[in-house]
């Protein structure tokens, strides 16, 4: 019997016109082209025959160029091959408007959409994809709504716009954000991007707590310890120092992707898999964590910068030594943290949060460290490690299961063994791409794995209520840990009444 149990077959794309704003940048060659083409490739042909793309950038450029510039992008970043047949067909339906910025030119754009649209008989399926500057997306939003290009959401065809994060940089500034959309948009248009949410690994937790009878049992505070999640980097700031040393690791990597996945694995199993459903249930989880006090600020948060090091055998120069970085920055490059989700389920449990740059090795993963036993039989004498379940999101996709097993021999010897499960050997089939994922289920209109408005203002204001302490106290209180290392020793105290450190991949 096939025990596979295919709950939604890939659904129906509608023919829609996805227009790039940005598109000659960074994301849009190498995320967005790339996936689109994965999506439209041999094998998947995701993408509806009238389906068209418009490339809408500053620089001028013809549209063969444009072209050119797609199909280099789709050669060095697409997990799918060029073939020529699939190439030609996605090729065609690359179309190019420079110079799109005032309401006038919105208008040039207007045209053309209507062009494309009568061409094929098609209603005005429209998603605006703003790969642009987080302070400029509320003039484009503005433009678009005064060009007319934004459908009402109750139709005919449908208009969603597709905003990146940083969503602000703080919660003030977040709340103006959601709030200047909403005066064009209603929430069911706003597909608010955290590529996390795309990774095959992290739509798996929700199957995994949810679709297995062991785990949910034993998911709360009466087996579980406390639980850890890390997002390790190696790389450094690179080149990206004039946006990150306005940012840091809290805003960058905390606010939105790891608490996006502390919600996945904290939240109650939600009414049903309709996207309000499944996004009021993460939404509680965040509801429940409580900003920090300035003193918790000071104790519970541990933030660090890299100095001079080696990642990977390759020297990297410290932090405030990196080009476009302010001599005396108190930018954090590392951050550890511990937070507790005040509910029924999860009172009195601590979530470690960690996230750094220049650390020893690329590695994400959530570690559910449960209970240890009580010191009678095995762990009489000696306390036996705790079993652990490790969610690894990458680079090594899967889980494991730490239990304490006997070593074979006369003796009674024990010690952890693992189950393990490696996607890679396990499933023969690509795992799409995070940007794939999310593309897909903007043209089917699922916002399940896009963050609602008060998830993101949750979210900053719990992140307010250290910025507010950081910003206080300047450089006092930032640690230093050398590039290639796992961050500061100090990071490793706050676990101390575990009986254990830091999980290190
Ligand atoms: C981005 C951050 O959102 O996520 C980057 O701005 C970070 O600083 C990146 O490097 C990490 O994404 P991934 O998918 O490589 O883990």
Wanted: charged content about 20%.
């Amino acid at each position: 019997m096939d025990q596979i149990v295919r709950l939604a077959d890939a659904k129906q794309v509608p023919p829609c016109t996805v227009v790039i704003f940005g598109a000659s940048g960074d994301l849009a060659m190498r995320k967005l082209i790339p996936a689109l083409y994965s999506l439209d490739a041999c094998g998947e042909r995701m993408l509806a025959d009238e389906t068209m793309i418009v490339g809408c950038a500053r620089r001028p450029m013809a549209v063969e160029q444009f072209r050119q510039h797609a199909r280099d992008a789709i050669g060095r970043f697409s997990s799918a091959p060029i073939q020529q047949p699939c190439w030609e067909r996605f090729a065609a339906r690359l179309d190019y408007l420079a110079g799109i910025e005032d309401l006038e030119s919105f208008a040039r754009l207007k045209a053309r959409l209507e062009q494309i649209e009568s061409a094929s008989a098609l209603p005005p399926n429209r998603i605006f994809y703003l790969a642009i500057p987080p302070d400029a997306i509320l003039d484009w939003v503005e433009r678009l709504h005064g060009a007319g290009l934004i459908a009402p959401p109750q139709g005919p065809g449908f208009s969603r716009v597709v905003v990146e994060k940083p969503i602000g940089v703080d919660l003030r500034s977040a709340m103006a954000i959601n709030a200047g959309l909403h005066r064009y948009l209603d929430e069911s248009q706003i597909f608010r991007i955290d590529h996390y949410l795309g990774k095959e690994t992290v739509r798996n937790f929700m199957v995994l707590r949810f679709g297995n009878s062991i785990f949910e049992q034993v998911w709360n505070n009466h087996h579980i310890d406390h639980v850890q999640i890390t997002v390790a980097e190696q790389e450094g700031v690179g080149t990206r120092a004039g946006y990150y040393d306005h940012a840091g690791a809290l805003r960058d990597m905390v606010q939105n992707h790891i608490f996006q996945l502390l919600s996945l694995i904290a939240m109650e199993p939600p009414v049903s898999l309709a996207a309000d459903d499944v996004r009021e249930a993460k939404l509680n989880v965040l509801r429940a964590i409580k900003p920090l006090t300035p003193d918790e600020a000071r104790t519970q948060v541990v933030r660090a910068q890299y100095a001079a090091g080696q990642v990977d055998g390759h020297p990297l120069p410290g932090y405030l030594q990196e080009p476009g970085v302010a001599p005396h920055s108190a930018t954090e490059t590392y951050v550890a943290l511990k937070v507790f989700v005040n509910n029924w389920r999860w009172s009195g449990v601590p979530f470690y949060l960690r996230t750094g740059k220049a650390l020893a090795r690329r590695a994400s993963s959530v570690a559910i460290h449960f209970k240890h036993l009580p010191a009678i039989l095995f762990a009489e004498h000696h306390p036996l490690p705790a079993n652990i379940l490790t969610l690894r999101i990458q680079p090594d996709e899967g889980f494991s299961l730490s239990v304490m097993g006997k070593r074979p021999g006369l003796d009674l010897a024990i010690g952890p063994v693992d189950m393990d499960l490696q996607y890679r050997r396990e499933f023969d089939a690509r795992s799409p791409e995070a940007y794939e994922m999310l593309l897909y289920e903007v043209m089917v209109g699922d916002q399940t794995l896009f963050v609602q408005a008060e998830m993101v203002e949750r979210s900053w204001r719990f992140i307010q209520s250290i910025l507010d302490v950081w910003q206080r106290d300047g450089r006092t209180g930032m640690l230093s840990y050398p590039a290639g290392s796992w961050g500061p020793p100090e990071a490793t105290g706050m676990l101390a009444a575990h009986r254990c450190g830091w999980l290190e991949p």
